[in-house]
């Protein structure tokens, strides 16, 4: 089991430094991010790292953080909220609780509960930072019971984040990497202005858990237009969107379809089988397993 776990981390660390290439438009900041092991880091980095646009190099001895980013493309909030939902507090956001819990046993670093945190509402006297940088609220400790939460919304807040899914899903099926790659770029988009405290408590607990995975998949899948390699990413997002589902109000009913040549699956508003992992080669490849009424 040991050797297993020693393994896994190694793999990670790889992973995590696939993401070196040079960056432009480079800019480099020092941030201090909690956490304890090899485990730890290469969570915190494989979070942040975005291949050609951020990359972060974090020492467990220290707890610092060296975050080089192109600042054309993203910036430091953006990145360490990423991190933080991942489950590790940094100067400027703190983890979630439930996420914070879901680490393992030896990557439970001691929390201080101190600096700026992200919170439902927001307002000033519960943030220390500008409303700008709050794209993408995330709930802290401590019982937010009391705060109002809007009775009603004017439409479904995942309506962009499954509107864009659809619209990668349809772009596989046509074998159209380009149209692809935009749609995915316009998802990340979708997530950065999802308004997380506007969802219900066990909604915002769902998105917080998968987000980290959502946005690597669309990160993936934007930044190529290799349709294998896209295909490839729409595996992960397509598992993580379908555990979010439940939250999704629609007026259409939606079918989770398998592809057993993949042994993956994906969403769809079609019944007909329209295989998003091969398109036209085998099109009709798969069967519907599940029908989801998302309708309220």
Request: positive net charge; charged residues 25%; hydrophobic residues 35%.
């Amino acid at each position: 089991m040991k050797s297993l776990k020693n393994l896994m981390i190694v793999l990670m660390v790889l992973s995590s430094t696939a993401f070196t290439a040079q960056i432009k438009n480079a800019k480099t900041e020092t941030v201090k991010i909690f956490g304890n092991c090899d485990m730890c880091k290469a969570t915190i980095e494989n979070a942040g790292n975005i291949k050609n646009t951020a990359n972060i190099n974090w020492n467990k001895d220290t707890k610092m953080a060296e975050i080089n980013f192109d600042s054309k493309k993203t910036n430091r909030d953006e990145i360490l909220k990423r991190i933080a939902l991942a489950g590790y507090d940094n100067e400027h956001y703190l983890a979630p609780d439930n996420t914070y819990a879901q680490l393992a046993e030896c990557c439970k670093y001691e929390r201080s509960k101190k600096g700026p945190t992200m919170t439902m509402a927001q307002t000033k006297s519960a943030v220390e930072m500008p409303e700008s940088k709050m794209e993408m609220n995330m709930p802290t400790s401590g019982n937010h019971s009391d705060m109002a939460m809007p009775e009603m919304m004017e439409s479904n807040a995942l309506d962009a984040v499954f509107n864009n899914y659809f619209a990668i899903k349809d772009a596989l099926v046509k074998t159209n990497a380009t149209t692809a790659t935009t749609k995915a770029a316009e998802l990340l988009n979708a997530i950065k202005a999802l308004k997380i405290e506007k969802l219900k408590a066990e909604e915002q607990t769902a998105v917080i858990k998968v987000m980290p995975s959502i946005m690597g998949a669309a990160n993936g899948i934007s930044d190529t237009k290799d349709i294998v390699k896209q295909r490839e990413k729409f595996k992960a997002l397509s598992k993580n969107i379908r555990d979010i589902i439940t939250f999704y109000s629609s007026k259409e009913t939606l079918y989770y379809q398998y592809c057993p040549m993949q042994d993956a699956n994906w969403l769809s508003k079609d019944k007909t089988i329209k295989n998003p992992y091969y398109g036209s080669q085998m099109l009709s490849c798969g069967s519907t397993v599940e029908t989801v009424d998302t309708k309220n």
